[in-house]
């Protein structure tokens, strides 16, 4: 009988070291599947940093451009361009997409949250290059020329669905408690709303906001076709301006060795300018105290 049941100690022992191997094992796996999806990003990063990180300097970001021939010159109208555009798309684009998806949260069944739910997911997979056609015969045709204000629209249109998106799924789980204890009050329902659910749940919206503004702030395709680029400081939002894609875009395509050297540092900053508005959207998010996001 001890024999019998010695033996059936063993055995389990023996399967509880197995389960933990298989379980040890399947952790490292995971693990190291896992951070295979950093590797292109940490690759991407470096070869930036060898490449770029020699044309950044204080002339780089405080000067224009010089002429094909001669060496230095930065990229100021560009970063001034960049700011202009992508703040405009904003003023343009988050109102009714905040709005829109407030409406889709709080009247989810309805027909027409379907159709607005079903023009956004369209929406937002609708190629760059096809929204900057839409801008450039919606604004840049009428006024007849090329604009920051058109490239603003094209951008905008870009925004929308992703500010939308993300601002009905931060209402949508927020608490129906937080509602029904306001409207018991006596509190007029667009209150409960202006008062109560917005601001349970800004710090998700403005998260939204943020990485949306980092997902278009990339853009070069629909720039093309609408603000088209300007060799010169222009902050007028009705006339052509660069902006950093579009430098990029224009040195990286250049025969020129000076051009390709500021095209490096200008991807460079680009891309230091993405982490920097998603470190601020972390930021703003950790430090908000309640709240859904």
Do not use: C
């Not at 109560?196 to 998260?207: A, R």
């Amino acid at each position: 009988m001890d024999t019998v049941y010695l033996k059936r100690i063993l055995e389990d022992e023996k399967a509880i070291r197995q389960r933990i191997l298989k379980n040890n094992l399947s952790g490292v796996i995971i693990t190291f599947i896992s951070s295979l999806v950093v590797v292109p990003l940490v690759l991407i990063l470096a070869y930036l940093l060898i490449n770029g990180i020699s044309s950044i300097n204080f002339d780089f970001i405080t000067q224009l451009p010089k002429p094909v021939g001669e060496a230095g010159g930065g990229i100021v109208n560009a970063i001034a361009g960049s700011a202009i555009i992508v703040f405009l798309a904003l003023v343009l684009s988050v109102p009714p997409a905040v709005f829109g998806g407030i409406y889709l949260s709080e009247y989810p069944d309805s027909k027409l949250s379907a159709l607005v739910r079903f023009s956004n997911e369209i929406l937002q997979g609708t190629p760059s290059i096809v929204i900057g056609i839409f801008a450039w015969v919606l604004v840049v045709v009428p006024m007849g020329h090329f604009s920051a204000f058109s490239g603003s629209v094209a951008l905008g249109i870009m925004l929308i669905p992703i500010v939308l998106k993300a601002t009905e799924e931060t209402l949508k789980r927020i608490p129906p408690e937080l509602r029904e204890a306001a409207a018991s009050m006596g509190v007029p329902y667009h209150r409960v709303i202006l008062k109560v659910v917005v601001p349970t749940g800004l710090k998700g919206i403005v998260n939204g906001i943020l990485l949306g503004a980092t997902r278009i702030s990339g853009e070069t395709a629909p720039l093309l076709f609408t603000a088209f680029g300007s060799p010169f400081m222009n902050l007028h939002a009705g006339k052509p301006m660069s902006s950093l894609p579009l430098v990029i875009y224009n040195y990286a395509t250049s025969p020129y060795d000076e051009w390709h050297k500021l095209a490096w540092g200008a991807s460079l900053l680009l891309i230091l300018a993405v982490f920097g508005i998603n470190m601020l959207a972390r930021i703003f998010v950790s430090k908000q105290g309640g709240g859904t996001q």
